[in-house]
């Protein structure tokens, strides 16, 4: 069975940095494309970003520039460095695993506040 876990989030002032881990298990990693969501209070969940299994990337439009997604097929783990965040970028943060069927991490908290 697929497993998700999201790690690296937390706290962080307006301009920082933050980069999450999303580590998968009971599967080979490697034929999933991989997906950062987020969701913020009273809002729909919302796509942030892809990373196919050929390494090719799609960003939403509010965080190009800002995020990069990455992965690492050996450690069976996706990234997501988040760069000059922003208040608007608090959210839950949820890791996503997409073949035939989709599988969803138990997400990680992200709050940019002063």
């Known amino acids: 069975q697929v497993q998700l876990v999201e790690s690296g989030g937390g706290l962080v002032q307006p301009g920082g940095s933050l980069r999450l881990s999303c580590a998968l298990s009971?599967?080979?990693?490697?034929?999933?494309?991989m997906g950062w969501y987020r969701q913020a209070p009273g809002k729909q969940r919302e796509l942030v970003a892809t990373?196919?299994?050929?390494?090719?990337?799609n960003y939403a439009d509010s965080v190009k520039g800002r995020f990069t997604i990455s992965r690492d097929n050996a450690k069976k783990t996706v990234y997501l460095q988040m760069n000059s965040l922003k208040p608007d970028d608090t959210a839950v943060y949820y890791c996503?695993?997409?073949?035939?069927?989709?599988?969803w991490g138990q997400g990680t908290q992200v709050t940019v506040s002063s």
């Open positions: 996503n695993a997409r073949l035939t069927d989709v599988y």
């Open positions: 009971g599967s080979i990693f490697s034929i999933y494309t």
């Open positions: 990373i196919t299994s050929g390494g090719s990337t």
